[in-house]
């Protein structure tokens, strides 16, 4: 009788581990994870997000596909909407700007306060401290699972009319911006003229002459050849324009726990290579090297700025009186969206840049 007992409870017991193990093997991924993005792969942008979905199917040995699609492609050019769509699941994955989603996500216009951030230290400050955990909590609860940094870079301004040293030098230029209002409050402060345009509509634009100039990081001016529509480019670091690695939190929640490493791990690798690769020749040799010693890697163009240079355009590096200049103009719009991206937010930048 105890015999019968004992072996009984064996029999549930293999029962139990046999039923655990088939509902892990359960998880059937999708033949195709869909991921949104506003460039091409031309981009270190592009690229980066290449990457990850590479490393993703490598390391996963090809259990996980996942596929980007390139321009906005699936959101009819709206570069605006990715937030909303991954949040709902229409959407997968994203490899995107914080620009982009900052009319959604308040707190993401914290990138684009005017002179606020300025070099790249205080952007890794801002990113890998208490902010950037912040921010990811506050996207997990909306349904977007963040999982690293990448980078779009530093703004700079373009335009085909002058070149721009003072806040007097911006006064009636047309201006095509991102579609979003913080743009507008500071180009307006600045007595231009700021134009909405998708970037999927963008280089249409500067071809026909619609606009006097843009503002864009090296790691788009040099891919969308940027000298053949403008020939002034002023280097002012005006707002910072990080992207976001991202997932959907249903979606995350789908994979075993190897995988969620594994997409993990990823992203912070394809991030840490986007990263160098568009910083490359801005923060002397720290990305250079990084893309040497971490990846085996030397790009063909090391030098971005002296690049642009031979191509024809005229550089305006600011002085830090120049700089301040543009820091007074715009300070109205500084106050006013500290409100609006939240105090909380900006009191933990703050401090996260004072360390
Ligand atoms: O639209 C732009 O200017 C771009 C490509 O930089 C972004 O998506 C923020």
């Known amino acids: 009788m105890k015999k ?49 979905c590479d490393l993703i199917n490598e390391r996963t040995g090809g259990k996980i596909n996942v596929k980007p699609y390139w321009g906005s492609q699936l959101l009819a050019g709206k570069q605006m909407n990715w937030f909303q769509a991954v949040a709902e699941g229409s959407i997968d994955f994203a490899v995107e700007s914080t620009i982009n989603s900052s009319p959604v996500v308040k707190s993401h216009n914290l990138f684009s306060l005017p002179f606020f951030i300025n070099t790249f230290e205080n952007l890794d400050k801002i990113e890998y401290g208490e902010t950037g955990k912040k921010l990811f909590a506050e996207m ?140 490359r020749g801005l923060d002397g040799d720290i990305s250079i090297n990084l893309l040497k010693d971490k990846f085996g890697e030397t790009p063909d163009i090391l030098d971005q700025i002296a690049y642009v240079k031979t191509m024809g355009m005229e550089v305006a590096k600011l002085t830090e009186a120049e700089l301040n200049a543009f820091k007074e103009a715009t300070k109205p719009v500084l106050d006013k969206w500290i409100t609006e991206v939240g105090t909380d937010f900006v009191a933990a930048a703050k401090l996260d840049m004072a360390k």
């Open 4 to 52: 019968i007992v004992i072996l009984s409870l064996v029999v549930l017991l293999l029962m139990g581990i046999s039923f655990s193990a088939g509902s892990a093997q359960e998880f059937k991924p999708k033949t195709e994870y869909t991921m949104t993005l506003n460039v091409g792969n031309t981009m270190g942008w592009g690229m980066g997000a290449q990457k990850w």
């Open 140 to 279: 997990e609860k909306m349904q977007v699972k963040a999982l690293a940094w990448g980078e779009n870079g530093f703004r700079q301004l373009t335009n085909n009319i002058r070149p721009v040293r003072t806040p007097e030098d911006t006064k009636g230029l047309r201006l095509r911006v991102c579609p979003t209002p913080i743009y507008d409050d500071i180009f307006k402060q600045l007595g231009a003229d700021p134009i909405h345009m998708n970037w999927a509509d963008a280089v249409t634009g500067f071809q026909q002459g619609a606009v006097d100039g843009q503002e864009n990081p090296y790691g788009i001016l040099l891919p969308v050849k940027i000298w053949e529509y403008h020939k002034y480019v002023t280097n002012w670091n005006y707002l910072a324009d990080p992207l976001l690695f991202v997932v959907n939190k249903r979606v995350w929640d789908s994979f075993p726990k190897d995988i969620q490493t594994i997409i993990k791990e990823t992203a912070e690798e394809a991030g840490m290579w986007e990263k160098a690769f568009v910083r």
